[in-house]
């Protein structure tokens, strides 16, 4: 089974400021790697698809890439609606998907 | 307006079933394939199961393989979800997903979700 590990698990920030958070896989996703934003109650929103990919109506201060096995999150200028919990997720066999163990991202 | 609504969910005794329904509107649910996601109280989220556009292939997490079974009817546009021999680590809200066309498989549609709480 493919493995997430993502880190932090909380963040602390502020309004303004550049964030990465981070998605290692155990083995190889080729790419298939999804980024998701949850606020409570809420479902989660997709993001970022294919490791880089913006979907559509997402802020563009929000950006995927990647690096073999990881892959990371980036939040360029951090605004108050984007504290929220973020997830990875790997998608490269539709027979296993995989989350991350989740990223809080709050107020500092 | 597209949409994804789960129904079904509730309170229901270890060893019980339930069965949840997502019902698809604004898109053409037969091009898709769909999953379940579920989300514990306080705790991440865990994919379930995925199941193909014409309903032939389907897969399951390992810790539901045998006791949940996802299907569709696509006449109905709609995704179901059967959860027999509940635990109480089952305790979850469930989603489903469509499999989204551009991202390929990440889940670009979500429902609001449907409470699904084991307990006796």
């Known amino acids: 089974d493919i493995q997430m590990t993502q880190s932090p698990s909380t963040l602390s920030a502020s309004v303004g400021d550049r964030v990465t958070i981070t998605c290692r896989a155990s083995?190889?996703?080729?790419?298939?790697l999804a980024w998701y934003q949850q606020k409570p109650g809420k479902p989660p929103k997709l993001l970022i698809y294919?490791?880089?990919g913006l979907e559509s109506g997402v802020p563009s201060r929000f950006s995927g890439s990647e690096s073999g096995t990881e892959f990371t999150l980036t939040i360029s200028c951090l605004q108050p609606e984007d504290f929220a919990t973020y997830y990875c997720?790997?998608?490269?066999?539709?027979?296993?998907?995989?989350f991350g163990q989740g990223t809080k991202v709050e107020m500092k | 307006e597209v949409q994804l609504v789960e129904s079904g969910g509730g309170l229901v005794q270890p060893g019980g079933s339930l069965r949840l329904s997502c019902a698809a509107s604004?898109?053409?649910?037969?091009?898709?394939?769909m999953s379940w996601v579920r989300q514990a109280p306080g705790k991440g989220l865990e994919w379930v199961a995925n199941?193909?556009?014409?309903?032939?292939?389907?897969y399951h997490v390992d810790s539901v393989r045998g006791r949940f079974t996802i299907s569709r009817d696509n006449a109905k546009n709609s995704l179901y979800l059967q959860l027999d021999y509940l635990r109480a680590d089952d305790t979850a809200v469930y989603y489903c997903?469509?499999?989204?066309?551009?991202?390929?498989?990440?889940?670009?549609?979500w429902g609001q979700g449907t409470m699904v709480t084991v307990s006796s």
């Open positions: 997903a469509r499999l989204g066309g551009l991202s390929s498989g990440a889940c670009d549609l």
């Open positions: 604004g898109f053409t649910f037969s091009d898709y394939w």
């Open positions: 199941i193909k556009n014409d309903g032939s292939d389907k």
């Open positions: 083995q190889s996703v080729n790419s298939w």
């Open positions: 294919k490791a880089s």
């Open positions: 997720q790997q998608y490269s066999s539709y027979s296993l998907y995989t």
